[in-house]
């Protein structure tokens, strides 16, 4: 694994790449939405994924754990790695792929089952719990780290749809963090919350930096400054603009990415 | 010269900055004649313009507190990012050192009828022109704010060394002028803080064009060295605003 100096020249502590992309393309038949993006995803940073609507936000964030597999007409090129080891790899189990790099969206999806079981089904399929007491124990650990324990212990057996939007949303981040993740990808993940319920996820966020890399897609501009240590823009498929999240929101380089911040984009 | 910036897609916002914009460079122009007129008052030995100075220094202190309110309204509504947001700051932090340079004005001014009861004194000739070199930094540092000009803003800082030279050189003259005439030492050492003022206004707006110059280009200017070689003769020069 490869270690470089975070780019603060203040001193920012070292960071570790947890994934690196290098010339991805993506094509949705003849168009191609993402054309040619280098990046490095460090594994102690929330990295936040940033730019007008149609970039190719959620496109880019798909490649990292190849649910563009899934997607009808859509093609991938370029070179993927993590932990160093390309992803599009034939010897690559997408499953544990998808495992090891985990998704929560825009819109809550829990399964139309309970609490416990959105939770548990991961674990299960995937074989991390012998006995129902070791499934337990994951099930409150992964709702804890969620934020969500207090809030549902006394009615796990609660259907998830039951929830609010907000506690859906973290139901779905301990459904990811179940399976022992080493990324979470999130695309717009507070976009429909209230403010409260925004402040609880983004709080969310920061306790689980460092144990997971993170890559959140938002188009709240004082959220990814908030939450991320580096932001990336990105701009009719390109990535225009990648740097420590103070800079970026501070003072760009890019003409580009300024214009967008401080919203004078078109 | 930096780019004049688009405009934002809210226009509302565009309005507002340079309604913040205009109210600063207001504040500029009232310092810049406060000091002007203080000087002024001063060399023609009119107590009655010099009272005009003191009375017209609450104007600063109205308009740098509808700056702030003005700088926070943005802050809280538009959540400025970047360029934007540097520009909003160093707003705020220049309507204080405006409003510290008319306090400077009005110290001037409020010598003035103690000096007009006594003698002339020799050296104060050179203060007229010590003052147009600060009051011409003000105005400059002020038009490099609004035009969001970094290079003219370099130039000032550098002008800074020509406000100590002309502090240094009245300093030992007046020092001489003391020792000479025992009995100008009141108004000397009055004049002397004269000339501090005029010195520490010179620094202000010095400190104006740096804030201007990190708020158009994100980076600091190269530290500048000072040249006050007074200081190792041991001189109080504090007083109460
Ligand atoms: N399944 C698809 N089939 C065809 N085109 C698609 C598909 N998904 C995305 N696109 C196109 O690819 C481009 C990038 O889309 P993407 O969803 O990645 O953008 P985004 O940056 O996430 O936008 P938003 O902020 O609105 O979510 C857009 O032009 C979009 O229309
Ligand atoms: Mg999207």
Known sequence: ?266 | MAKPPTAHTVRSFDAEINQLRSLIGQMGGLAEAQIADSVDALMRRDADAATAVVLRDKELDAMEAEAERLALTIIAVRAPMADDLREIVAALKISAVIERIGDYGKNIAKRVPVLTQAAPVGPSVILPEMARATTGMIRDALDCYVDRDAELASQVMARDRMVDDFYNSLFRSLLTYMMENPHHITSSAHLLFIAKNLERVGDHATNIAEMVYFSVTGEHPGDRTKTDRTASMAVSDREGE
């Open chain 1, 1 to 266: 694994m490869a270690a470089h100096e975070g780019a603060a020249a203040d001193g920012a502590a070292e960071t570790t790449l947890k994934m690196t992309a290098r010339d991805v393309r993506v094509f949705y038949g003849a168009f191609e939405a993402l054309k040619g993006v280098s990046i490095d995803v460090t594994k102690e940073d929330v990295t936040a994924f940033i730019g007008p609507s149609g970039c190719g936000k959620s496109t880019f964030l798909r490649c990292l754990n190849r649910m563009n597999d899934t997607v009808a007409g859509a093609r991938v090129e370029g070179r993927i790695e993590l932990d160093g080891q390309d992803i599009h790899d034939p010897a690559m189990d997408v499953v544990q792929l998808r495992a090891r790099v985990g998704m929560v969206f825009q819109k809550p999806n829990p399964f139309p089952k309970s609490i416990y079981e959105n939770v548990a089904y991961g674990p299960r399929i995937h074989g991390l719990a012998a006995k129902k007491a070791d499934m337990d124990v994951i099930v409150e650990k992964s709702l804890r780290r969620a934020g969500l324990w207090d809030e549902v212990k006394d009615r796990l057996s609660d259907s998830g749809t039951a929830l609010s939007g907000g506690q859906q949303q973290r139901l779905c981040i301990a459904r990811a963090i179940a399976v022992n993740p080493e990324v979470i990808l999130m695309d717009e993940p507070a976009s429909a919350l209230d403010p409260i319920a925004t402040a609880k996820i983004e709080e969310l966020i920061d306790d689980l930096r460092g144990r997971y890399a993170i890559v959140i897609v938002t188009h709240n501009m004082q959220q990814a400054a908030r939450v991320s240590q580096k932001t990336a823009f990105f701009h009719l498929g390109s990535l225009v603009e990648y740097g420590d999240t103070r800079q970026i929101f501070t003072n760009p380089r890019e003409t580009r990415t300024k214009d967008y911040i401080t919203g004078r984009y078109g």
